[in-house]
């Protein structure tokens, strides 16, 4: 008995502190009011699923009492609540989503009945991974809002999930100096640069799929009907990339599936504004990491949260009067 005790106790051991630590670390704040891993080891770069899960486990925990929402992908992440001039809002944008994870939020957002603005940036790129022949490679994450959600609530499974053992180990790696910069690109950035363009016009040049295509748009339907049904003000930004991409959009071959996309877009929300042509940011190269980020959240302050006379409107709001005027002349500067 006494053998099996101890043989017991040396099995237990490395599980009992790997729960211990991860308790006293506790990385989404799950336990604690406030936690010992920085944001910066997710909003930076150890991975998508971490910054999923930091943004998600604040929202459960109804961090900041909000009722404004920003969605999206990592291309509206410049985007914080901090640098915005209203208050209430949070981010909830995450790299690499999917429309149906962004869905997924949302409609936990409605049951909660906790919202009642949602800034939602769609990306051109994603909607052409998610209706090509290519949707296959389109990832879907293992961090989706009921996996989260589930253990906030069992708090039994925290202890045992791979991303909180991994942002744990990340925090002691921190600790001694190490590098935790995974989500970083190891190339140069003239190297990334290309590799993200080459990227786009795989997924842009893909064939489309029209079952897929229908299932995409029914999710902005659906997420229109819940809003308008829930009272909610949907403002749709169509995020600034740099020209070299914009000249890709307008491009023969592409242009018709670009142009259709943001018809639908302004023909199923109200309020939609363009930031994707070109003009004195997206014609800078020094405001992009890489040509799909745009690092200068500026564009996006001075166009929904004016201040006063002299902000640079950059902005164009979309409707169904002008978006074929806008279209063709934004063609027809770049061509």
């Known amino acids: 008995m006494k053998k099996f005790l101890i043989k017991s106790a040396l099995f237990l051991s490395p599980l009992t502190l790997l729960i211990i630590g991860e308790y006293i670390i506790d990385p989404y704040y799950l336990f604690h009011d406030s936690g010992n891993c920085s944001k910066e080891l997710y909003e930076i770069g150890y991975s998508y699923d971490q910054g999923r899960r930091y943004k998600t486990f604040r929202y459960l925990k109804k961090e900041n009492n909000t009722d404004k929402i920003i969605m999206g992908s990592s291309q509206i992440n410049v985007l914080t609540e901090d640098i915005i001039p209203e208050k209430g809002w949070m981010s909830l944008s995450f790299g690499g989503v999917h429309l149906k994870e962004t869905l997924d939020m949302f409609m936990n957002l409605v049951d909660k009945e906790r919202v009642n ?8 790129v994603s909607y052409c991974a998610a209706v090509s022949d290519e ?36 925090y002691l790696v921190s600790l001694l100096g190490g590098d935790n910069s995974r989500g970083v690109p190891q190339t140069s950035k003239d190297e990334f640069w290309k590799e993200q363009l080459d990227y786009c016009n795989k997924m842009f040049t893909a064939s489309v799929v029209e079952i897929q295509r229908k299932q995409v748009t029914d999710m902005f339907t659906d997420f229109k009907r819940e809003a308008d049904r829930n009272g909610i003000n949907v403002i749709v930004v169509i995020p600034a990339q740099h020209l070299d991409i914009i000249k890709m959009e307008y491009s023969e071959g592409i242009f018709s599936q670009y142009a259709s996309y943001l018809e639908f877009l302004v023909n199923t929300f109200n309020n939609v504004y363009y930031f994707d042509y070109p003009n004195s940011v997206t014609n800078n190269k020094d405001f992009f990491g890489d040509p799909m980020h745009c690092n200068n959240a500026q564009i996006y302050i001075s166009s929904l949260w004016p201040q006063n006379d002299t902000d640079e409107y950059e902005g164009i709001k979309l409707t169904k009067d002008n978006i074929c005027e806008i279209l063709e002349t934004v063609r027809n500067s770049i061509n």
């Open 135 to 170: 949707n296959d490679n389109y990832r879907w994450s293992t961090s989706s809002i009921y996996q989260v959600e589930d253990e906030f609530n069992d708090k039994a499974s925290y202890f045992i999930d791979k991303c909180v053992f991994q942002a744990s180990f990340s």
């Open 117 to 124: 603005k949602v800034l939602l940036a769609p990306e051109f």
